[in-house]
């Protein structure tokens, strides 16, 4: 399996606490910086998951997770993060196939654990 992380993240600052909490893991990350390259590059690199940030004002993360919804073979789990009060926007992304949203700030303190959860998800023990 692949483990190349599509990065839907604009800012750049941000994008480097995202890429600095994952490359040291072993994971490539691959970054989306516009709407046209979301399919482009979800199409080419196989990817193991993908990160969107729904409140990123460069990429319209509706738009791009139904263009993700309609091709079956670009389904791939994935992590969003918005900010913590839009709960229209977490049911939404839900909607759209989004595995797992956060809030901003536990995406922050936490992306290598999403990730990890994401990509290697543990049975759950619950009976």
């Not at 399996?1 to 800012?11: G, P």
């Not at 600095?20 to 998951?49: C, F, H, M």
């Not at 919804?69 to 918005?82: E, H, I, S, V």
Request: proline share 6%; aromatic share 8%; glycine share 2%.
């Amino acid at each position: 399996m692949s483990t190349t992380i599509l990065v839907a993240v604009t800012d750049i600052f941000f994008y480097t606490k995202v890429r600095d909490a994952l490359r040291p893991q072993g994971y490539t990350l691959e970054r989306i910086r516009n709407q046209e390259e979301v399919l482009q590059k979800a199409a080419s690199v196989a990817p193991a998951a993908m990160i969107i940030n729904m409140n990123d004002s460069g990429i319209d993360a509706f738009k791009a997770l139904e263009a993700l919804q309609a091709d079956p073979a670009l389904r791939f789990p994935m992590l969003a993060f918005a900010n913590h009060e839009e709960v229209d926007t977490w049911k939404r992304a839900k909607e759209l196939g989004v595995t797992k949203v956060v809030s901003r700030n536990e995406f922050s303190s936490r992306t290598k654990d999403l990730v990890e959860a994401l990509i290697h998800p543990q049975p759950s023990t619950q009976p």
